[in-house]
């Protein structure tokens, strides 16, 4: 398998004023025909001044139909793989190019491409969280607001999941597929919400529905009122009959969600820690604003992806793009 190339990052700092940063990123976005794509779990000012705001299979869905010539990726690198993998002859950059994944790290490729030696004739279902190494040994690829669907059409076919073990343990409940084989990676941040502090909320707010994402542990999901993608919870509170949400995913989702439903009270589940901001990526809340500014003023750091494995991990996710429609 063809390493992906490691590129250091630069670090500069320049002297404007959130104001001033705010309007030439405006400016440089459209001299460099650009398009800003963000996740939710991005910091508020980068969501308010993205072209489009949205969970994985959203983004890769505006990547996939962009006409920019640039691509300005506020995410974590995997998203920006798949952005590059769809758009080869765009050029892609990111504000920070340590913005990583621990899906993505807790499942290097040389170990899960021996790990699948163990499966023969198992289709390889592997969460959009992963590497684009990962994704070129993959059959297909899946989000958290489709992996149910995709597992469910696949049948009666062996299927091997990876690399959320959480996520993997909900498709296979609600796929009815006890047979689902898992690779066993987390999450840093869903891991770290308290099933004892939830609880408590919950008795302080006894209102209050519980919504979560899907790569929460068990011990969250079973209280859980809706379980959906980041989409899925936005839209779920905003057309809920229900006042008062307690919403177990990153805390960054809140900003879109207050602006989805303006009149609703919305709570952040609680890590175990009090003293940590341990419900906040560390991975998203690398990307700032001025990193932001300068990847557009020098369109660097860029994210390639070599072209052998561009050309496999394409089909996967060519795949479930199809699938999604």
Not at 13 to 32: A, D, F, H, Q
Not at 66 to 78: L, M, P, Q, S
Not at 116 to 138: F, R
Request: charged content about 25%; hydrophobic content about 40%; some cysteine.
């Amino acid at each position: 398998m063809d390493k992906l190339p490691v590129v250091g990052q630069r670090e500069e700092t320049v002297g404007l004023t959130e104001s001033e940063l705010e309007n030439e990123i405006r400016r440089l976005k459209t001299e460099r025909n650009a398009v800003i794509l963000a996740h939710y779990y991005q910091e508020s000012e980068i969501q308010d001044l993205a072209d489009f705001v949205g969970d994985s299979l959203q983004l890769s869905q505006q990547a996939a139909k962009t006409k920019a010539d640039v691509i300005a990726f506020c995410g974590v690198h995997f998203m920006a793989e798949t952005a590059k993998i769809l758009n080869p002859n765009k050029i892609v950059v990111v504000p920070d190019l340590t913005a990583g994944c621990s899906l993505a790290d807790g499942c290097p490729a040389p170990l899960f491409g021996r790990w699948l030696e163990q499966y023969p004739g198992h289709t390889v279902v592997s969460y959009i969280n992963c590497s684009a190494e990962v994704k070129a040994l993959s059959d297909i690829i899946c989000t958290s607001s489709n992996a149910v669907k995709i597992v469910k059409a696949l049948g009666g076919e062996k299927v091997v999941f990876a690399p959320d073990r959480h996520l993997g343990a909900f498709v296979a409940k609600q796929a009815s597929r006890p047979d689902l084989v898992t690779w066993q990676g987390t999450c840093v941040v869903h891991e770290t919400f308290s099933e004892r502090r939830l609880l408590e909320l919950m008795a302080q707010h006894p209102d209050a529905e519980v919504i979560a994402h899907p790569e929460c542990t068990e011990a969250i999901l079973r209280h859980a009122h809706h379980v959906a993608s980041t989409s899925g919870l936005i839209d779920y509170a905003k057309k809920s009959p229900k006042q008062t949400f307690i919403v177990a995913t990153e805390a960054g989702i809140l900003h879109k969600m207050h602006q989805a439903a303006p009149d609703k009270t919305l709570i952040a589940a609680p890590p175990e820690d009090e003293s940590c901001a341990c419900n906040m990526c560390p991975y998203m809340k690398k990307n700032t604003l001025e990193k932001l500014y300068l990847c557009l003023r020098d369109l660097a750091p860029q994210v390639d992806v070599p072209e052998p494995i561009r050309i496999r991990a394409l089909r996967p996710i060519q795949r479930m793009l199809d699938m999604s429609v």
